[in-house]
């Protein structure tokens, strides 16, 4: 029950103006101690924002567009990076906290929790965004190049859900995987990549058969090919004759002209972080851009059918096409309407 300031008490008789001036003083600055971290944690007017998202790889591309898009939607973001320019940058934005971050570095992740975790607004959201891409075949890449591709685009997302696990239980949350359709349909010169997206296909269903008793929900957002800095710097690895063969199969440039802002992303990864029955996958393909995208959608799918065909026939228990077809049948029940 707190003092009225305007009534008579025995100490303001004693020294009315000095008693008075050290209440008022002392309830300025509870005040301003119980504010401040709202302030200073959200960038806002003070109002508790109610869900908060980590997002890693935030600094560019994919992981910038679902960063300005969450935030811009009145959520709190942990948006992580690894250069100080980039961290800056972040901090710039109303509704986001950066914090540095390399996803191969366990110290880096044990003191996001620690931050996480010490700012008191828990953790809904998570988006292992943080990747980098290898242009090379099996027989040129290094055992190096090859480690470096799976510790980020790999045990990054693993370490990375296995430390804030906990914080997303707790407020029965989300886990979003951004892969890609490179983990569906492979090519020559992106094995390690191919591989690495192939693995999130794995580690989404496996986490979401192991959080649904805990009503954790996880989902994998799977691009074509958007403008991202992860292009730009796997060709600053590349050599002279790599860079040529990437040209010359139209498989990738660093030309940012080819490829869209991935605006179409961040809408994905927000609906699969808020949505109330969210999709396991989400397949982001740009639909005016030509070039790699350039009939993406529908070799995705066909892949899909070649692997199922693959599996079913000359088997002791291959089905015949009727069964296959009531099959798919039966699985379109719970498919979503067409999106215009």
């Known amino acids: 029950m707190g003092i009225p300031l305007n009534t008579v008490s025995p100490l303001s008789v004693a020294k009315p103006t000095c008693i008075r001036s050290a209440i008022w003083s002392f309830v300025t600055t509870l005040c301003g101690f119980l504010v401040a971290p709202a302030f200073a944690d959200s960038q806002s007017t003070g109002q508790e924002i109610s869900k908060a998202v ?19 939607d009145g959520y709190f973001v942990y948006a992580t990076a690894r250069k100080e320019e980039d961290l800056k940058a972040l901090g710039t934005i109303r509704n986001v906290r950066p914090l540095r971050l390399d996803v191969t570095h366990p110290a880096d992740v044990a003191a996001a929790v620690e931050s996480v975790t010490k700012a008191g607004r828990g953790l809904y959201g998570l988006v292992n965004n943080a990747g980098i891409a290898a242009f090379v075949t099996i027989a040129d890449m290094t055992p190096e190049e090859f480690d470096n591709c799976m510790k980020v685009n790999v045990y990054g997302p693993v370490m990375m859900t296995k430390a804030f696990e906990p914080l997303i239980i707790a407020q029965k949350g989300r886990i979003v995987n951004i892969g890609s359709v490179s983990g569906i349909l492979a090519s020559p010169d992106l094995a390690a990549y191919a591989m690495s997206k192939h693995a999130i296909e794995a580690l989404t269903d496996s986490l979401a058969l192991q959080l649904a008793p805990l009503e954790v929900q996880v989902s994998v957002v799977e691009p074509g090919a958007y403008d991202s800095r992860i292009i730009e710097n796997m060709f600053t ?14 498989v990738v440039r660093p030309d940012k002209t080819r490829y869209p802002d991935a605006d179409e992303v961040a809408v994905a990864v927000e609906h699969a972080l808020f949505e109330p029955s969210p999709k396991r996958r989400y397949m982001v393909i740009p639909r005016h851009a030509e070039g ?14 070649e692997q199922l065909v693959q599996l079913n026939e000359g088997q002791p228990y291959t089905f015949d096409r009727a069964t296959l077809v009531k099959m798919l049948d039966e699985a379109l029940t719970t498919a979503r309407p067409r999106t215009q």
Do not use: P, W
């Not at 997002?55 to 811009?72: M, Y």
């Open 54 to 72: 980590l997002v890693t790889g935030a600094s560019s591309g994919i992981g910038r567009k679902i960063t300005e898009r969450l935030a811009a």
């Open 237 to 250: 690895r590349l050599s002279e004759d790599a860079k040529s063969r990437a040209y010359a199969e139209s």
């Open 292 to 305: 790699v995208n350039t009939g993406l959608a529908e070799r995705t799918i066909r892949k899909q059918i």
